[in-house]
């Protein structure tokens, strides 16, 4: 199973784009909705954005339709400064255009994204930091508002959680700020790393990516860069559980597994062979899993976008796991829909409680999220009969072509609905 580039860094790094004016290009994108998303954003606020093939390893090795694909964007000398409701309510991802077009135009006006079906998401630390760096930030209307007329400085900013989202805002706007700025308890994701490195190739200065400390030396200006994107831990992650899950084997390619050290850890004691290359990792099982204790922590921890795939091994494995989930307080809105495919799992706050069973047994269930999707599909695997998904656009957002990569792993699978809309538009 060949896995393409991470969601979470090609979206940052199209808007890691807007740093400088002309044509970025940006490689092993992969072909979900929310990169389409992200490009119609990228289009109101005047970038003109085309996708190309990425080329045969793009293609799954199945014939089906490419996974990735190239994405080229041209950014005009003065980016425009607003990203509406609209959009964002669709990716709340594109809340990372405040960074950069802060940092470019001094003004941006940014729809409030507000909260998800995996819980409040918070900005705090975003706008505190941008704060930090000189700008005068407001909320009005549902929008976040921020100003730094006469540019943003350097400043030391300790963040209070190594949150994903606003390590990256700052980074980008901090690229082209007037002196230094030091992120103390900045997060540490490969997808942190990988931006770093696209910035660092359109002539940023920036040490430390991959650790809690970052420090960024401003510069006057950026020059466009062609990057390829880091390989997706957690839809590669997705593939190793789903391995252990279905008492199976899966190679997969594409993804280093120094991402998953924690993970694939996991899948060892719970009585899996894992072997590991560079770039590669297999996971095999041929007997009933172990249960094991998870605790979803930032990277290096095991990540919460595996915690569905988690509790969906735990609901088949032989005795019973503890599951702690520290990131985000609605991840366990899904149990109710693991429960309908019998899995006994009782949660108490940010705990769950999952007593293994031998078998699931098939129902109709909902996706309520992308990971959740992924999740309650592959648990579909460990039931008896049919079970049907519904609401799969969610797993389109994370998972391009999900239902082609099951067949090439062996598993019966139909779409019954078409996608709602276009899973891609080249
Ligand atoms: N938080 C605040 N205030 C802030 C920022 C974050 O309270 O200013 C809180 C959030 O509410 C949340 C926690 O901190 O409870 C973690 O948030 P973080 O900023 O780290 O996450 P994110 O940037 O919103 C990204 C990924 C998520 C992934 C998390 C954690 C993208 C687009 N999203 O979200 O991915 O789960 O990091 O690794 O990069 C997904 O792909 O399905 C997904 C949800």
């Known amino acids: 199973m060949h896995v393409v580039g991470a969601k979470n860094s090609a979206l940052k790094l199209m808007a890691a784009a807007l740093l400088a004016p002309g044509r970025s290009v940006i490689t092993n994108v992969p072909r979900i909705t929310d990169i389409a998303i992200m490009a119609e954003v990228l289009r109101r606020l005047g970038c003109a954005v085309s996708f190309d093939d990425d080329g045969a390893e793009a293609a799954g090795g199945d014939g089906g339709p490419p996974r990735s694909c190239s994405v080229s964007i041209e950014v005009p000398a003065d980016p425009g400064t607003e990203a509406d409701y609209d959009l964002v309510r669709r990716l709340r991802a594109s809340i990372c255009v405040l960074g950069p077009l802060l940092a470019r135009r001094g003004y941006v006006r940014v729809a409030h994204p507000g909260g998800d079906a995996i819980g409040s998401r918070g900005l705090d630390m975003h706008v505190a930091?941008?704060?930090?760096?000189?700008a005068e930030i407001s909320g009005e209307h549902g929008f976040v508002i921020a100003s730094a007329p006469r540019g943003l400085h350097g400043a030391t900013i300790w963040l209070d959680f190594p949150s994903v989202g606003a390590t990256e805002n700052l980074v980008m706007a901090a690229v082209l700020a007037r002196g230094?700025?030091?992120?103390?308890?900045?997060?540490?994701?490969?997808?942190?790393?990988?931006?770093?490195?696209?910035?660092?190739?359109?002539?940023?200065?920036?040490?430390?990516?991959?650790?809690?400390?970052?420090?960024?030396?401003?510069?006057?200006?950026?020059?466009?860069?062609?990057?390829?994107?880091?390989?997706?831990?957690?839809?590669?992650?997705?593939?190793?559980?789903?391995a252990a899950m279905t008492r199976g084997d899966v190679t997969v390619t594409g993804a280093s597994p120094a991402f998953l050290e924690i993970a694939l850890d996991k899948l060892v004691s719970a009585g899996c062979l894992v072997e590991t290359r560079a770039d590669a990792f297999r996971v095999r099982l041929d007997r009933r899993p172990s249960a094991v204790d998870v605790v979803t922590l930032p990277f290096p921890g095991f990540a919460t976008d595996l915690l569905p795939m988690a509790i969906g091994l735990a609901s088949v494995s032989e005795g019973a796991s503890l599951v702690t989930e520290n990131i985000f307080d609605g991840?366990?809105?899904?149990?109710?829909?693991?429960?309908?495919?019998?899995?006994?799992?009782?949660?108490?706050?940010?705990?769950?409680?999952?007593?293994?069973r031998e078998r699931l047994s098939s129902a109709p269930v909902r996706a309520t999220d992308i990971r959740a999707g992924a999740g309650l599909v592959i648990a579909g695997l460990c039931a008896d009969g049919v079970t049907e998904v519904s609401h799969v656009h969610h797993v389109d957002r994370g998972y391009p072509d999900f239902i082609a990569d099951l067949r090439s792993l062996g598993v019966e699978v139909e779409r019954a609905t078409a996608p709602e809309e276009p899973a891609f538009t080249l």
């Open 129 to 134: 930091g941008l704060a930090r760096m000189g």
């Open 180 to 242: 230094v700025t030091e992120i103390d308890n900045a997060a540490r994701e490969p997808e942190i790393v990988d931006i770093c490195t696209m910035l660092t190739q359109m002539g940023a200065r920036i040490d430390g990516a991959g650790t809690s400390m970052l420090r960024i030396e401003g510069v006057s200006e950026l020059r466009p860069v062609r990057h390829a994107t880091v390989g997706d831990r957690i839809v590669a992650g997705t593939w190793a559980f789903a």
């Open 331 to 356: 991840r366990f809105m899904f149990v109710n829909e693991m429960a309908r495919l019998g899995a006994d799992i009782k949660t108490d706050g940010h705990h769950a409680v999952v007593r293994g």
